[in-house]
Structure formats: C-alpha cells, structure tokens
C-alpha cells in the first residue's frame, strides 16, 4: 500500500512563498513523467534557499512552476503555491489560482517574482540590445517614462558589476562574454526588485573564477535588497557558500530540508549523505570518493515505497520497497523534515 502524506506545517508566519504537495505531471506520447510527486517546502523572508539533487530530479519545474512557465504538455495535478508579497499581507495568495496569462500572473512575474533560467542565451532574445530587454521589464512594471527607464537600466547594470554600464547595454547577447551575460541575466532579474528571484542553476556554465564573482555578487545584492532566493544547483560546494536553509529533492520529492549547517552536519536521509559523501574534500587524501550506487531511474516509470530505495544502503525490505514515508520532524526550531523510514 502506498499512501501520500499530507506535507506538514512547519513554516514561520513569514514565509515568502510556501509550496505544498505540488503535483505536475507531463503527458507525452512515450507515457506520463510524473516531475513533481508532492513537493513541499517553505522560503522564510530575506532568505537563501537551496534547491539541490541529481539531474531530472525537479528542481527546474518547480521554479517554473512558481513562475507558471510550465509548458504545455505539463499538468499541474494538485497542491498550492501560496505567496505573500508583503510580511503584513493576510492571506498569502495561491499562485494556482490565476491563470497563466491572467493580469495577476502578468503582474507577479517579473515584477514580485523574477527567474534567472538555465540556459542564458536561451533566455536573451538575440534581436534586442541587452538595455532594450532590462528597460522592457521596467517599463511593463515599474515606469512610462522611457528616458527614466533607460536610467534604471544602466543603474541595474552597474550595480551587478559591468565594467561600462552604457556600452553593454547598447549591445547585443551575443557581443559579451558567458560571464557578462549572465550578469545580465541576473541584471534584468533584478531590475524590478522582485521579492522572490529563482535562480535556476546561474553559474553552471561558467569557470570556477567567475562563478566566484557572480556568488559573490549575488549575496552582496541578496544582503543589500533583502530579496529571498530560490537557489537551483546541484553542487554542494555552491550550496554551501550561497544558502541559509537546503532542501533536498529526489524524483520529484523533497526528501529533506534543513538548514545549511544541519544539512552537512547532521543529514539524516541515506541521499543526501550519499549526495556529501560523493563531494571532494580538502585533506580527504585517503581512499576513493564515494559514487551513489546505481542510476536515477527512469522518469516514465514509478518506483513503489521510498523512490531511493533501489539505492539506498539501509532500505529495509517490507517496507522501504512498498510504503511512501511520511514527511517527518527532526527538529522543529530549525526546520528540519526527513522522509525516510529510517528516520521516523
Ligand atoms: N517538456 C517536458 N516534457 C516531458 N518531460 C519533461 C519536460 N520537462 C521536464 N520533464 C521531465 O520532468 C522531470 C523533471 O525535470 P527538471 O527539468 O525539473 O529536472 P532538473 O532537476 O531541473 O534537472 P537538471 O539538473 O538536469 O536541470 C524530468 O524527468 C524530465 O524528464
Ligand atoms: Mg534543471
């Protein structure tokens, strides 16, 4: 028997946004992908959240669906993404209320909830200069007043580091550098001081050095606008240096959230220990690194039980391989939830 645990109440009265038992299925003609099998977690006010696991596990499509991006072909099948925009507003309201095109979707996205995508290029329209597309957001949210808006643009542009604010905004993506454009990624992102930015894996594509600099350069603005991040990533090194709070995420669940510092020290889910252990560390000269046995299995098929029990070490058959755990408290001061058998 299998059962769905209802997610549990955990979260301050100042969450920013907080996602429930988020269902969202994609209808293909090789089967139905079920992405996201109830995801919960909260992003407390100010705060930097990650979002961390292997590739295909949903990390993508659960900012996309903050943002209700989700492609067609992807049904969202039940929970609530609710969002409070302001520490004072009473209720919070559920993002999948509206509709994808509403006015009030219009409204939220870009201007209270902004993304930095995967992919920057695929995301900067190659047609426009990079101050047309920043001056475009702020004049649909912000300003009629072009020449203001121009101001802003340039504003936003050196603020994020660009070494001439005037002439990058006068050219096109494919003028700068990966590094440049991803500082104009997150530029355009910002220019609406948006109250949640989802940041979907900003620094992958980049080398160590100026993936350095754009860490940096995102907790120097995050400390200085108070914005709360969604940190998409799936290096624990990156976890460590951007984030307050971690959750964990494993086909389509999360299977963990903690704070940063309990998610290192004291992980208790077999996964994300698995996840630390296959991480390289200074003075660990001795012995191979660990690699979590076997492969994320495949997206079209479901796993009965705890979907990491094929891998898992400790799986007690009986019951990891037929029973969905339950999302369990660990500590409740510090946020922190597991869904394991072996932690319940
Ligand atoms: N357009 C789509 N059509 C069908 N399946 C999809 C589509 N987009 C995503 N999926 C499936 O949804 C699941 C979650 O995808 P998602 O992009 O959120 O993964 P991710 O955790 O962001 O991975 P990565 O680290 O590789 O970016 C995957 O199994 C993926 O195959
Ligand atoms: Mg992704």
Redesign the pocket.
């Known amino acids: 028997m299998t059962t769905e645990s209802p997610s549990i109440n955990l979260t301050s009265h100042d969450d920013v946004v907080r996602v429930e038992d988020l269902k969202v299925s ?1 209808y ?1 003609q090789l089967g139905v ?1 079920r ?1 996201l099998n109830g995801v919960s977690f909260n992003i407390p006010r100010g705060r930097v959240l990650g979002i961390v ?1 292997e ?8 900012g996309l669906s903050i943002m209700q991006l989700v ?1 067609a ?2 049904r969202t099948e039940g929970g609530r993404i609710l969002f409070r925009e302001d520490a004072g507003q009473e209720p919070p309201v559920n993002i999948l209320d509206y509709g994808k095109n509403s006015p009030e979707m219009r409204k939220i996205r870009g201007n209270n909830i902004s993304m930095i995508f ?1 992919e920057p290029m695929s995301s900067l329209n190659p047609c426009y200069t990079v101050g047309n597309q920043i001056e475009e957001a702020i004049l649909l949210h912000q300003t009629s007043d072009k020449t203001e808006a121009h101001k802003r643009a340039v504003d936003v542009l050196t603020k994020v580091g660009m070494p001439n604010p005037s002439r990058i905004a006068a050219s096109y993506p494919h003028e700068l550098s990966g590094g440049m454009r991803q500082r104009a990624m997150i530029a355009m992102a910002l220019s609406c001081n948006p109250t949640l930015l989802i940041a979907d ?1 900003p620094t992958t594509a980049l080398d160590v050095t100026t993936e350095a600099q754009i860490l940096d350069l995102m907790r120097g603005l995050q400390s200085e606008i108070g914005t709360s991040i969604m940190f998409i990533t ?1 290096n624990m090194g990156v976890v460590a240096q951007m984030c307050d709070e971690v959750a964990v995420m494993y086909m389509g669940r999360v299977v963990e959230r903690a704070t940063v510092d309990d998610i290192f020290y004291e992980p208790r889910h077999p996964y994300t220990i698995s996840l630390l252990q296959s991480i390289p560390r200074l003075g660990r000269t001795k012995g191979r690194l660990a690699s979590i046995e076997g492969s994320v299995p495949d ?1 079209y098929s479901t796993t009965p039980g705890c979907s990491f029990h094929p891998r898992c070490p400790v799986a007690i058959k009986g019951l990891c391989d037929t029973i969905i755990p339950e999302e369990t408290i660990v500590d409740a001061a510090k946020g922190h939830t597991v869904r394991c058998h072996l932690n319940s």
């Open positions: 994609f293909t992908v992405a696991g590739s295909g596990c949903g990390k993508s499509i659960t492609v072909a992807g995967q894996e799936h997206p």
